[in-house]
């Protein structure tokens, strides 16, 4: 009987597997590819020899060191990683627009989407700047009156990105509605002209800035965002970056 | 073996064993099992993470993939690997190579077909024609217009493949490229309704092809939390009659396992994606009767 009350108890588990809907009959996992994993050494053949044209021991050298990792998410409305692409930016291009037009840039603006990587604590290598930011994207300087630039902060205020940018100070309140809004230190003014540095992608519609094509007058710098980046870690010794105030919610 | 004598072997020489069930159907033993393996946003990721990397040490890389890969298919002949897009862009391989060692690489391992991401178009719509060249898988794409570009008759809306006489219908869509890609780059391409797209082919894939699986390799994303409204894998999924399996890309999306969701008739519709960097590869099998009917696996037996 006991045997016979087993065999039933199977049966009915075999029954409710067969009639459940049909449409469920998979089975799904994401499997990690980790060192658990042997290399299939065919592989790495067929590419070392690219590996070895990239120059990989000059790409490696480190040209930096960074204190910590920094991510471009590590704030809600501005982040560590975000910020140094604005300041890098600004110190690195800030000099030659003013030698070519007399003129300062004003404000940073940048995207978080064109961030595709982290710095890992330790040595910064070019490679670093490779993964950071492997577009060919250029600085660009934009002449924007102050109505142009108010669609900007409305723009950064919709979307709620950690966008790296400099020269704004941006604070909501709890419900996102905005509190105050600065450049640097002062109110925006209509009347005003204001120099934006951004990037030749940004300028052309990308991220959906089109307040950016509003530009009455722009200067092409010739310096790749990489660049930017790599001559700044060439030189800044340490690399400490954090998050600030310039765009937070109360 | 006779069915009875089967399931008391099998299942009470299990339970003897303490051991769990697997592989065995509640009709037959010979059902089919059609597996599907896929990656996305891969970005160029071509050699695993380095140790000293603070969040994938040692993690990636297209060597382990391989080995995956070539496992899951000595098990299972009737395997498909397919990709969902943005493959180019992400280390200095596809600044120095143009994105030639990532198709090589991808053909090495047999991949059947991709789908195209908006980082495909970083070098130009003519730079990724220049690659197609060094790419021995397909081209899926049915939701961009490729009239007067140089890409026209080198994609394909949408292909079938056999394995073990079931019928798999793959098409793949594309994201909006505008204000994504500088026009520049895609040039003359147009974009075109996914959704409606999405549900031509198909109804094209099930009543005149005939397949017993369809599945639609995705650039669209995931899910927009911030614009719920806006086209991505989940609203596709909620709005589609007859796709069985969503394989999404583009919004970096790790997802644990695959989830499951309800189409429009009431029907499950899976949608699963990998992340990104080839840091992970989705397998997912299905199973289907002698009719070619998809089938329950005895998995609910795991006691």
Known sequence: ?250 | MDRRKFLKNSVFGSLALGSTIHNYSCETSDLKKITILHTNDVHSHIEPFSSEHSEFPNQGGFERRSTLVNSIRNNNPNTLLFDAGDIFQGTPYFNFFNGELEFKLMSLLKYDAVTIGNHDFDNGITGLYEQMPKASFDFLISNYDFSNTVLEGKTRNYKIYNKFGIKIGVFGLGIELEGLVTKELYKETKYLDPIEISRDISNRLKFEENCDLIICLSHLGYKYDNLPERVCDYNLAKKSNHIDLIIGGHTHTFMDKPIVLKNEKGNDVIINQVGCFGLYLGQIDFFFDRNNKRSFRSSVLKI
């Open chain 1, 1 to 250: 009987m006991r045997i016979f009350s087993f065999y039933l108890l199977f049966i009915s588990l075999l029954f409710q597997g067969c009639f459940e809907t049909n449409n469920n009959s998979f089975d799904g996992k994401n499997i990690s590819i980790n060192s658990e994993i042997k290399v299939d050494s065919s592989i790495i053949n067929f590419y070392l020899p690219y590996k070895s044209k990239l120059q990989d021991g000059l790409m490696n050298k480190p040209i930096s060191y960074s204190l910590k990792t920094y991510k471009k998410n590590d704030g809600i409305l501005n982040s560590s990683l975000g910020n140094m692409f604005a300041d890098a930016t600004y110190d690195l291009i800030n000099p030659i627009f003013k030698d070519k037009t007399g003129n300062s840039i004003d404000v940073v603006l940048l995207n978080n989407g064109g961030i595709r990587s982290i710095i890992s604590q330790g040595p910064v290598s070019e490679k670093t700047a490779f993964e950071l930011m492997p577009f060919e994207n250029s600085i660009v300087i934009v002449k924007l009156d102050g109505n142009s630039i108010k669609k900007m902060v409305d723009y950064l205020v919709k979307v709620r990105l950690p966008h790296p940018i400099k020269g704004l100070e941006i604070i909501l309140n709890k419900d996102y509605s905005v509190e105050s809004v600065l450049l640097n230190n002062n109110p925006i003014d209509e009347n005003k002209n204001y120099f934006v540095a951004t990037t030749d992608y940004l300028l052309d519609g990308g991220d959906k800035m089109y307040f950016l094509a509003e530009s009455k007058e722009t200067t092409i710098i010739d310096y790749k965002m990489r660049d930017v980046l790599i001559d700044y870690f060439i030189k800044t010794d340490t690399l400490k970056l954090k998050t600030d105030n310039r765009f937070i919610i109360n």
